[in-house]
């Protein structure tokens, strides 16, 4: 029986062909942090870039350690608000997705 690809092969395959799927996994992570459910935006921001940039060149970018940044989006990981900025910024740079953040008056 044939291996099947895994979950992190099939989604960058996704991301690397279709730029609206790429854009809703950033939309995804950052909408799990700006709600407040941090472990599914930090989970979902892993998952992005891994599909996109990989950890080696946002280690490059950024020259900062690639374990350090993969543990700063690990299952414990509590990046400071510097380094998010940082990661979401050159995220940006590299992708070419980028963030428009505009208020919304609450429905409630």
Same mark, same amino acid.
């Given at each position: &029986?044939?291996? /099947? @690809?895994?979950?992190?092969? #099939? +989604?960058?395959?996704?991301?690397? =062909?279709?730029?609206? %799927? @790429? ?6 992570? &950052?909408?799990? !942090?700006?709600? $407040? ?7 979902? !921001?892993?998952?992005?870039? *891994?599909?996109?940039?990989? %950890?080696? =060149? ?5 020259? @900062?350690?690639?374990?350090? !940044? &993969?543990?700063? %989006? $690990?299952?414990?990981? *509590?990046? /400071?608000?510097? *380094?998010? &900025?940082? +990661? ?6 590299? #992708? ?5 953040? @505009?208020? +919304?008056?609450?429905?409630?």
């Amino acid at each position: &029986m044939p291996l /099947t @690809r895994s979950f992190r092969d #099939t +989604v960058r395959a996704m991301a690397e =062909r279709d730029p609206a %799927f @790429r854009e809703a996994l950033f939309l995804e992570a &950052m909408q799990g !942090l700006l709600q $407040g459910d941090v472990d599914y935006g930090r989970t979902a !921001l892993r998952t992005y870039i *891994n599909a996109t940039i990989g %950890f080696e =060149r946002l280690s490059e970018v950024l020259d @900062r350690p690639q374990k350090s !940044l &993969m543990r700063m %989006f $690990g299952p414990r990981g *509590n990046p /400071t608000a510097e *380094n998010l &900025m940082a +990661v979401i910024h050159a995220l940006q740079k590299e #992708t070419g997705v980028h963030l428009e953040i @505009r208020a +919304v008056a609450d429905a409630a």
